[in-house]
């Protein structure tokens, strides 16, 4: 254990107090939680029964009384209910949190996780590690967490507790996202809950290259983790193409193009800070004289790449653009309009990377956005590749909103 760090064992709740409160649901409104969707929506509850508070283990139970599961009570949510057990007798504390983490720990080893080069990765994935309301991603020696829901606050304590019992972290960050929070009605304080009060930075290796970035970087976690498929495909085609980064962030992308032997490479993003940590990254990588980082919208580059007859390789990965489903329609709008500027932006016969961070533009809206965004400006796009996020981002089979992060590798021509 790192020194200045106290050894913290777990402490195994019984759970925050007496079980009686129940949730019923409407007729119509049972079978999407029979199946083993672990979300109970706001508009599929008939009555709440025994007086439930915010973050309460509550019974969820069918109109006939059959217990469903049991989970976590969000009343201001318009997610009600997330379930984590199906065994209404199984209290929901520091043992079964315990377990839960153990098991997602043994489920990123089978997958490699970590490995000598690749010590950045996803360590919980929410629902898809049977934590519903919960993100840990691990950034080296020093884990950064998510808080979603009340009930996932309430039990910090048991979760921080398993976290160190097993990992011995130097740190332990919170990064819940101060919106999240207020809408689930409770205060956060972002910063080190536990270890080095001291860290400025998270340092990592993913796929050999080394990253060093800033904790005021206010990007989720820190990172995007989720893509690092697409970073060891980009890099595998980049060799001989000239590349255009349009969302680059911290460079992450630009540098696998860069070290797959890309002919030139450029980085483009509106933030300062961003490309200051991707140029910092690249020279720590050996990298900084192959890449061109430039401080700019990328709608401009992508323009500016059109009329000077476009690059061989363009990559396309914006900041969500439907936040919600209600989101939807402009969003694709939005991604019409942004794949036709790729496909401008894109040399005749060469590929584009268009991607979509929200859950609720899957690949088929995607890929439909781009069928219109090329035929908008006299152009035809074929798919070549889909990918998603990676094997440490896991989904639940029942699940499908779990799958959030769609990519569609594209071949652009004339129409």
């Known amino acids: 254990m790192e020194d200045g760090l106290q050894p913290c064992g777990p402490r195994i709740t019984r759970g925050l107090g007496p079980l009686t409160a129940t949730v019923t649901l409407r007729p119509g409104h049972v079978q999407p939680v029979w199946a083993g969707h672990p979300w109970v929506y706001a508009q599929a509850v008939e009555r709440v029964e025994g007086g439930a508070q915010a973050g309460d283990e509550v019974i969820v139970r069918d109109p006939r009384g059959n217990a469903l599961g049991r989970g976590l009570y969000s009343p201001g949510s318009a997610i009600a209910v997330r379930i984590y057990t199906?065994?209404?007798?199984r209290a929901i504390d520091g043992g079964l949190i315990l377990e839960r983490i153990e098991r997602a720990i043994g489920r990123r080893r089978a997958i490699g996780l970590p490995a000598d080069d690749t010590d950045g990765y996803r360590l919980i994935h929410a629902e898809g590690d049977d934590l519903p309301?919960?993100?840990v991603d691990r950034y080296g020696e020093v884990l950064v967490i998510q808080v979603g829901t009340i009930g996932v606050k309430r039990r910090l304590g048991p979760i921080l507790d398993g976290l160190t019992h097993v990992l011995s972290p130097r740190a332990i960050l919170d990064r819940t996202s101060q919106r999240t929070a207020k809408s689930e009605g409770f205060a956060v304080e972002n910063g080190v809950?536990?270890?080095?009060?001291?860290?400025?930075?998270?340092?990592?290796?993913?796929?050999?290259?080394?990253?060093?970035?800033?904790?005021?970087?206010?990007?989720?976690?820190?990172?995007?983790l989720d893509q690092r498929p697409l970073r060891g495909r980009i890099e595998a085609l980049a060799r001989g193409r000239?590349?255009?980064?349009?969302?680059?962030?911290?460079g992450a992308i630009a540098l696998a193009a860069a070290r797959g032997g890309a002919a030139e490479v450029i980085a483009a993003d509106t933030s300062g800070p961003a490309l200051e940590t991707a140029a910092a990254c690249a020279e720590l990588n050996g990298?900084?004289?192959?890449?061109?980082?430039?401080?700019?919208?990328?709608?401009?580059?992508?323009?500016?790449?059109?009329?000077?007859?476009?690059?061989?390789?363009?990559?396309?990965?914006p900041p969500k653009l439907a936040p919600t489903r209600a989101a939807k329609r402009r969003a694709l709008d939005s991604m019409r309009r942004l794949a036709a500027a790729g496909c401008r932006a894109t040399t005749p016969g060469g590929l584009l990377v268009l991607c979509s961070c929200s859950a609720a533009i899957g690949t088929e809206d995607l890929t439909r956005s781009v069928a219109l965004g090329?035929?908008?400006?006299?152009?035809?796009?074929?798919?070549?590749?889909?990918?998603?996020?990676?094997p440490d981002h896991p989904v639940a089979a029942a699940f499908p909103e779990g799958l959030y992060l769609s990519t569609l590798l594209l071949e652009v021509t004339a129409a």
Do not use: N, W
């Not at 255009?244 to 962030?249: E, H, I, Q, R, V």
């Not at 090329?374 to 990676?390: I, K, N, P, S």
């Open 86 to 89: 199906r065994d209404e007798k």
């Open 133 to 135: 309301g919960l993100i």
């Open 193 to 224: 809950l536990y270890g080095d009060a001291a860290l400025g930075e998270l340092e990592f290796v993913e796929r050999g290259l080394k990253f060093r970035i800033p904790l005021a970087l206010g990007q989720k976690t820190g990172f995007y």
């Open 242 to 250: 000239r590349v255009l980064d349009a969302f680059s962030y911290v």
């Open 287 to 317: 990298l900084l004289k192959h890449v061109v980082f430039e401080h700019a919208d990328a709608h401009e580059v992508l323009a500016r790449a059109g009329r000077k007859g476009g690059y061989d390789l363009v990559i396309c990965d």
């Open 374 to 390: 090329a035929r908008d400006v006299g152009m035809r796009a074929t798919v070549l590749e889909r990918l998603f996020q990676g």
